[in-house]
């Protein structure tokens, strides 16, 4: 992993994307599925996903709220959509703490929005916590057993 924490403007603290950030507001998931010109979206817990997958291809960022640390249904929205092939941003917003990150860039998360500012030297380290997976994710990073059939 690169030693770059990626960097963007406002209230975004990491960011792993090349293309310019979203410069706008999101709409609620239900206001994105009555609007056609729509292109970022904040889900909340209890939305569900899978009501934005005729739209992926509109969307440039998705933001997912995670109000208290406790509530996993973010992880489940950010596979979904991974695994239907969004390929925008998805930013992991709210009560995002060290520990998540690399659970959460696992799932497809590739911006982090935390209500409170994390420390970089402690995210770094827990960014590349896991330096060998035992499971496929959104991350599409090799796991043990592909490692071990390439040597």
Known sequence: MAHNLGT???EVQFRF????PVDHGTVTVDSALEQTNANAVRIEP???AR???PFLDR???V???FPSFGDGRGYSAARILREAGYAGELRAVGQVLIDQLSHMRRCGFDSF????????EDALRAFATWENVYQR????RATIADKRHEA
Do not use: C, H, M, Q
């Open 8 to 10: 963007s403007p406002d």
């Open 113 to 120: 929005a935390p209500d409170k500012r994390l420390d970089e």
């Open 46 to 48: 209890g939305d569900d």
């Open 51 to 53: 009501l934005l997958l």
């Open 59 to 61: 969307l440039a960022l």
């Open 17 to 20: 994307r090349d293309d310019e």
């Open 63 to 65: 933001e997912v709220n």
């Open 137 to 140: 994710a959104a991350d599409r």
